[in-house]
């Protein structure tokens, strides 16, 4: 059987691929493939207002499942709340409205055993080509980046009586510390539901998922919040991008066409993906789909300006986790969130122009300068091979 279009792989970045194709192009023959039995999966995915156009906020909005007006961020020596809006996305919610829309497009519970540009070949045995297949089917091993770590733990939980809360918290540093940076991150799905999450920067994740669990319950009961159940619970580890060697990471791929955290299209500073997702979704809709490797070249370059844009956020990252203690990096998050709102905001949307960044680097850093300097210069894979 043969389409236009195949997206293997029914996440983020391929779901709303399909979606966006299905509402604006019905002249193309797509289908995603998911080895899931629903789309998604179990991820809360959120966003800032200013990281999307008003046109994208329209046409992403029925997958909305709560806005709120402002945020929270809470450290030992700072507290402020940010007039900016912020909204999640649910794994769950997410599913609900696309796999309707797709229809016959979807594919669940479908194995892909074998994937190349112009086919995929599934463990049924069954062979599907089509003019493109782009893979989106998650993060990709590679020794052409240098990663850190943001691995978390979250629970859905409702509680005995209403929490309080009225906006999120999208950082609370003022918890014990250790091999890096760690956060409490608070969403208030309704007066008594609560997502907490247990953060960590690392270089390496090692504590395990059962004493995070511990973190999210000790966090609970410091804000005197009864836990009647727990809903659901999501985990997972993403990358945090130091260094990288942008064409030797997209050669490993030979010439097959990429989307989402495969084709490491995300914030390199604070994970986001969703932002990077809907641009990708617009490209491709307003995108003439001519053969596998056309598309193929036309995505990594599309990558490639998301790549240049993020270099100043790979810096700040070689910084964060290069110089200083690993458990003296809440400081440099503290100095950070105690900068303008505007430059706050124009940070989550990876649209920070100069003055920003002279801003973001002047003044007495909270980290060893010496340490800063040699962490700034070491921008490429091969300048970590001597790293211990």
């Known amino acids: 059987m043969s389409y236009d279009l195949i997206l293997a792989g029914g996440g983020l970045a391929n779901g709303l691929i399909a979606w966006r194709l299905q509402q604006q192009r019905p002249d193309l023959k797509v289908l995603c493939i998911e080895e899931q039995p629903g789309l998604g999966g179990n991820h809360t995915w959120s966003f800032h207002d200013g990281d999307l156009s008003e046109a994208q906020h329209r046409w992403l909005e029925p997958l909305v499942v709560k806005r709120w007006a402002s945020y929270q961020v809470q450290f030992p020596y700072l507290s402020r709340s940010l007039n900016s809006g912020y909204a999640s996305i649910t794994g769950e919610h997410f599913a609900e409205v696309l796999m309707p829309a797709l229809g016959s497009m979807l594919r669940l519970n479908s194995t892909i055993s074998e994937i190349s540009p112009t086919h995929v070949l599934l463990a049924s045995g069954e062979r599907l080509e089509a003019r493109a297949v782009i893979d989106g089917r998650g993060a990709r091993q590679s020794d052409h980046l240098v990663l850190g770590q943001q691995a978390f733990v979250g629970q859905l939980l409702r509680l005995d009586a209403p929490h309080g809360l009225t906006a999120p918290i999208i950082m609370d540093a003022r918890v014990p510390q250790g091999d890096g940076y760690r956060f409490v991150y608070v969403l208030p799905f309704s007066a008594d539901t609560l997502l907490i999450e247990d953060t960590h920067y690392v270089d390496q994740h090692r504590a395990t998922t059962e004493q995070l669990r511990e973190h999210i319950a000790a966090y609970a009961q410091q804000h005197g ?112 969130y105690g900068l303008s709102a505007g430059l706050i905001e124009r940070f989550y949307a990876g649209n920070n122009p100069w003055y920003d960044r002279a801003r973001i680097l002047v003044g007495k850093p909270p980290v060893p300068v010496d340490q800063a300097m040699r962490a700034a210069l070491r921008h490429h894979p091969r300048h970590f091979e001597m790293r211990s």
């Not at 619970?233 to 495969?262: H, K, M, N, Y």
């Not at 070249?297 to 790979?314: I, K, P, S, T, V």
């Open 225 to 336: 919040w009864q836990v009647a159940e727990c809903l659901r619970e999501e985990q997972g580890v993403l990358p945090i991008t130091l260094a990288g060697d942008f064409d030797a990471f997209w050669d490993e791929a030979a010439g097959q066409p990429l989307s989402g955290l495969r084709a490491g299209l995300f914030h390199c500073t604070t994970g986001y993906s969703l932002p990077h997702a809907v641009r990708l979704a617009d490209w491709l809709v307003n995108y003439q789909l001519r053969d596998a490797a056309t598309l193929a070249r036309d995505l990594r370059e599309h990558a490639r300006g998301e790549w240049r844009n993020q270099g100043f956020y790979r810096l700040l990252n070689r910084m964060l986790f290069l110089a200083g203690r690993p458990q003296d990096r809440w400081q440099v998050m503290q100095r950070f």
